[in-house]
C-alpha cells in the first residue's frame, strides 16, 4: 500500500512537472501581416535605426558572403555545433516580411520568434531584453526597409536534444532574465548611455564573458574575458591584460578607428565591431568607452605590473643586419630582428607602423589565440581605405620557429609566465588555416564554415 502511494505520488509530480514545462516552453503565434512598404516608415526612424544596427553590429553575424546585407546564414560556431544566423531582411517567406513590430519586440525582448519557437541565445536576447521599445521600432523600421533576400537559411546543426526548441525554455528558466535597462541615478547620463549599449544592444558580454557548460555567461565573470570564433575576447575589467591601462580617450578612439597607437588594431571579430562603430557618432563610442574604462578601475589604482619595454633590437634591413647570439634571446630574438623588428621597432607610428610590443594585450594575454593567429597569417589590408597592415609568417616560419618567436615575446618583452599550451596552440591555428578579415572588417571572408571560424 504504501509502495503505492509513493508510486502514485510520483507520477503526479513528473505530470505536474511536464505540464508546467510545457506551459513554460509554449508561446503563442503572433499572426502574420502584410509586408509594410518600405515608404510607410518615418525616414528619421529608419536613420536612427541603422545607426543601432551598427552598434548592435547586426550585420556582423546576420551577413554572410554572397549573400545580401542581413540575409543571414552565417554560421555561428558554439561548443555544441553551429547555429546559422536568421535571414533578418523583409522576404515574406524566408527573412522576417510577414512580421509585426511586436513579434520584432518579443523575439529581441523574449528570444521567442513570430511563430512561438524559442530562439537559441546565439541570438543574444538575454542583452537585447534591455532594448527600449523606441528603439525596437527604430531597428525593425530599418530592417523593414532594406532589399529583401529569399535565401534560405540551415537549420542548426545541433545534437538531440538540443535540435528541439522547447529545450531552450529550461535554459531561460535558469540563465535568463527579461527586463529593461535600469538607469543608475548616481551616475552621469553619457555613463548611463555607455552601460544601456553596451550591457544591451551591443552585447559585449557576450563574447567578452566566459561561458559555462551549458553556454551560459558565467556568473560572477562578468566582462572577464571569454573566446569569439577563436579568438580571444580580452577582459574588460579590473582583468583587462592591457599593459598600458585604458583611458576613456584611448577606448573611445579604439572603438571609433579600429586602431589605437598604444594599444593596437582591432582584428578577428572585433574588427567587424569597430567598423559598424566608426559609422557612429564620436559621442556613443564615447559613451560605451566611460562605462567601460569605470568597470577597468582607475588607472592607479590597478597593480604597477607593466612590462618594460625591452631593448629593442636592430631591424634586418638592408645595411643594418646584425647577428643575434643565443645570448641575447636564442633563436626567438634572432627571428624576431630578422622578421619583426623592422616594423615593431622602427618608431612609425599606428596604423602604418607596428606596435610596440611591449604594449601589446595579445603578449599578455592568458591565451596565444591571438597572437599566434596574426602572426601566421597577418593583417589584411582595408581595401581602399587607411589601415594597419601585417604579413603573414605562414610560409615562412614553421611551428617551432614560432614557439621559438612567441616564447621570446612572451618572456622577453611581455614579462610573463609562459604559455602552457603555445605549441598546441601553433598547432590549431596552422591547422585551421584562416583568412582574417581586414583591420576595418571589410576584408574577405571565406564561405565554408570551417575556416570562417577563425577569421
Known sequence: MVASRILIAFGVAVAAGGAAFAALAWHPAIPPVERPAASSFDPAAVKRGAALAALGNCAGCHSAPGRPAFGGGLPVETPFGAIYA?????????????????AFRRAMRDGVDREGRNLYPAFPYNHYTRVTDDDDAALYAYLMTR??????????????????????????????????????PARSPEWNRGAYLVEGLGHCGACHTPHGVLGEEKAGHHLGGGMAEGWNAYALNAASPA????????????????????HGAARGPMALVTAELGTVSDAEARAMAVYLVSLMGRPESRPADAPQAAAPLPPASAGGQVAVSDAAGGRGAALYAGACASCHASGRPLP???????????????????????????????????????????????????VALLRYLRADVARAEPWPDLDAAVRRARARGATLVASDGAGPAPPDAEVRIAR
Open 243 to 262: 599593459p598600458l591601462p585604458w583611458t576613456v580617450d584611448s577606448l573611445a578612439f579604439y572603438l571609433h578607428h579600429g586602431w589605437q597607437a598604444e
Open 86 to 102: 536568421s535571414n533578418i531582411t523583409p522576404d515574406p517567406e524566408a527573412g522576417i516580411g510577414r512580421w509585426s513590430e511586436a
Open 147 to 184: 532589399r529583401p533576400s529569399a535565401a534560405a537559411v540551415r537549420p542548426p546543426a545541433l545534437p538531440f536534444p538540443l535540435n528541439l526548441r522547447p529545450v531552450m525554455a529550461g535554459w531561460n528558466l535558469l540563465f535568463f532574465r527579461a527586463g529593461a535597462f535600469a538607469p543608475d
Open 352 to 402: 602604418y607602423g607596428g606596435l610596440d610590443l611591449a604594449l601589446s594585450s595579445a603578449l599578455r594575454a592568458p591565451d596565444p589565440s591571438n597572437v599566434v593567429t596574426v602572426t601566421l597569417h597577418g593583417l589584411a589590408a582595408p581595401p581602399g581605405a587607411p589601415g594597419s597592415i601585417m604579413p603573414g609568417f605562414d610560409g615562412a616560419l614553421d611551428d617551432a620557429d614560432l
